[in-house]
């Protein structure tokens, strides 16, 4: 059996705020007086949005052709330099923002992210650098040493998250592409 009020809207409501004066307090026999509340002033506009630690960038990409133009998995903006990581937090690519060249020959080539650090708030930042703190990135030197290196102050860290559209027969081969990635 259908209920009769099924198909109308459901009405959500806050009750405004009430001020019950206290002479004005139900006598016996005597009707109430109710008044409003003031409304309360407004919150300032906001300010400039400031940017997040970590920014996202979700991308769309048809086919699993398109995995290996996917390679931009995190990009660390320092003042001068973009660095550009894959999924296994490895520097792939170096950009210089004045020129917008690769830096083929950069020494962060090859070598892994290891989080953060800023000494101005004793603070470590793992597994990628907080806006304000050095990168740091750890490489393996021939003596099986790891040699550890900084980037100057941290300015924007952006994740690049993919979604790529397969058919569904497609699924095992793309996941076995992006496993085998790093």
Same mark, same amino acid.
């Given at each position: ?69 996917? $390679? ?6 320092? &003042?001068?330099?973009?660095?550009? %990581?894959?999924? @296994?937090?490895?520097? +792939? !690519? ?50 099986? $040493? ?6 100057? &102050?941290?300015?924007?860290?952006? %994740?690049?998250? @993919?979604?790529?559209? +397969? !058919? ?15």
């Amino acid at each position: 059996m259908s209920n009769q009020w099924d198909d109308e809207p459901t009405v959500v409501w806050s009750p405004p705020e009430w001020v019950v004066e206290e002479e004005d307090l139900p006598k016996a026999g005597a009707a109430t007086r109710i008044q409003f509340a003031e409304p309360e002033p407004s919150p300032p506009p906001p300010g400039p949005m400031e940017r997040p630690d970590i920014e996202l960038d979700t991308r769309t990409v048809n086919g699993p052709t398109a995995l290996a133009s996917i $390679r931009r998995v995190y990009e660390i903006w320092t &003042k001068n330099r973009v660095y550009i %990581l894959d999924s @296994s937090m490895r520097c +792939i !690519e170096v950009i210089d923002l004045a020129t917008g060249v690769t830096k083929k020959e950069h020494p962060f080539i090859g070598a892994r992210c290891a989080g953060g650090r800023n000494h101005d708030k004793s603070e470590l930042s793992f597994p990628l650098p907080a806006p304000g703190s050095e990168a740091v990135f750890q490489k393996v030197e021939g003596t099986n $040493r790891v040699k550890l290196s900084v980037t100057s &102050k941290v300015v924007r860290v952006m %994740l690049h998250a @993919s979604r790529v559209r +397969i !058919e569904q027969h497609q699924a095992d081969r793309v996941w076995g592409k992006i496993s085998t990635w790093g």
